[in-house]
């Protein structure tokens, strides 16, 4: 199907910057949502930004102004941009996607969500 694979976590410094990229392949044939969530110790799995096909984008309140989400339709790529981090921004990051891919035991047209497996992103004080 859709796999999903990310890269650009690390330790950084409070008010450093990072950039988390998410590469999609498989048989896609189209993509409408891309998005990052994060999950800290001991809390629920949360939306940090989402972008759709057309470039529109959703960010939750905590990294407004910090966080840029974007995103190269050609690649079926997805970007963070993490700037002014924060100790409470420390989490795994995961990629979402969903859209549709080709069956090619039938030939159909499918519809997917699929998850990438997370990288981690340590901010000190």
């Known amino acids: 199907q859709v796999q999903l694979v990310e890269s650009g976590g690390g330790l950084v410094q409070a008010g450093g910057s990072l950039r988390l990229s998410c590469a999609a392949s498989?048989?896609?044939?189209?993509?409408?949502?891309m998005g990052w969530y994060r999950q800290a110790p001991g809390k629920q799995r949360e939306l940090v930004a989402a972008i759709t096909s057309g470039g529109s984008t959703n960010y939750a309140d905590s990294v407004k102004g910090r966080f840029t989400i974007s995103r190269d339709n050609a690649k079926n790529t997805v970007y963070l941009q993490m700037d002014s981090l924060k100790p409470e921004d420390t989490a795994v990051y995961y990629c979402?996607?969903?859209?549709?891919?080709?069956?090619?035991?039938?030939?159909?047209?499918?519809?997917?969500?699929?998850w990438g497996q997370g990288t981690q992103v340590t901010v000190s004080s």
């Open positions: 979402n996607a969903e859209g549709r891919y080709r069956d090619y035991v039938d030939w159909s047209i499918k519809d997917f969500g699929s």
């Open positions: 498989g048989s896609i044939f189209s993509i409408n949502a």
